[in-house]
């Protein structure tokens, strides 16, 4: 398949630059900055088990906007992976919109759900699929990506849950080395679960200010990390999801262990002073939570503090 992976952060880089390693024919849609970067260092990414790094094949958005002018003609691409923050997707919809064909299947990895819907008002219902990864990695400051901890996951799926040809194949050209890839019949619910046990973790480390380790060993913070979860539950129980009371309970479970030093990357942009997906991860289930009428203060708390800080960085 010709793959075309939008973005080469994190979650992109390693993706991409391993089913660039197995041999696959894979291209990275990035900006100009990015591009002069990969084009002079390479992709590198730091693993678990070692270093390894690739010469990635590139492709700017002003390439494809200039097709018409300068008559290249790039055909359109199979499979296109979609990594790019949640704040970004309308504006890189536009931009690989040239290179998606009457077969292209798009494969977005966001946070929440929204997402879907609006790749599907832009191109078409039949052209999404359901995709959610677990990755914990970052970018260094010379740009390279660091796969922090062993967890690794990608899941993807028909959004009918049906097991169809073209899924199929996207299941097999994804089975290569690095990369723990799971086809799902159920994948719909499955985001949900991810984007409950998200918005836990950020709403809680980001009103609080700490891991998850630091709020369970506070006073009241048990209380707190229970209270925050069952919010969540609740909304996306309106939301649609069909709650597995197993998926509560483990999530209250992991996010009380006082070991623990997990946060999100909302938690981590946030410290950096980088924009956060407040409106995808916390916001989004506001609004659901007031078209249910339900009563959700921690949550609300929680968007009203991350809404504060995204306007104090972009002034």
Not at 299 to 309: F, K, Q, R
């Amino acid at each position: 398949m010709r793959i075309l992976v939008v973005g080469a952060g994190a979650t992109g880089g390693y993706y991409g630059a391993r089913l660039t390693q197995a041999g696959n024919d894979v291209t990275f849609l990035v900006r100009e900055k990015r591009a002069a970067a990969l084009r002079k260092s390479g992709l590198q990414v730091q693993t678990p088990e070692g270093i390894f790094s690739v010469q990635p094949q590139l492709l700017l958005a002003s390439e494809l906007a200039s097709q018409p002018a300068s008559k290249v003609i790039i055909q359109p691409f199979d499979l296109i992976i979609l990594t790019v923050k949640g704040f970004s997707l309308e504006a890189v919809l536009e931009e690989f919109a040239p290179v998606v064909g009457e077969q292209t299947l798009i494969l977005p990895v966001l946070n929440g759900m929204n997402h879907l819907e609006i790749i599907q008002q832009r191109f078409g219902k039949h052209r999404a699929l359901g995709g959610l990864c677990r990755i914990n990695a970052t970018l260094d400051e010379h740009g390279q990506v660091h796969q922090m901890t062993a967890l690794e996951e990608l899941i993807y799926g028909e959004v009918s849950g049906e097991t169809t040809e073209r899924i199929t194949k996207v299941h097999e050209a994804l089975q290569v080395a690095g990369i723990t890839a799971r086809l799902s019949k159920n994948i719909v619910s499955e985001m949900w679960e991810k984007w409950l046990f998200l918005a836990s973790v950020g709403g809680i480390a980001c009103l609080m200010r700490g891991n998850m380790g630091q709020v369970s060993r506070a006073a009241g913070g048990l209380e707190f990390i229970r209270a925050f979860v069952e919010e969540v539950v609740s909304i996306v129980v309106a939301g649609g999801y069909q709650e597995r009371p197993q998926v509560k309970a483990n999530t209250i479970k992991e996010l009380s262990n006082p070991e623990s030093v997990q946060t999100t990357s909302m938690y981590r942009d946030m410290i950096q002073g980088l924009p956060v997906e407040a409106k995808q991860i916390l916001g989004d289930l506001v609004e659901i939570s007031k078209r249910a009428v339900l009563s959700t203060p921690l949550m609300n708390a929680a968007y009203t503090h991350m809404s504060v800080y995204q306007h104090s960085i972009e002034k």
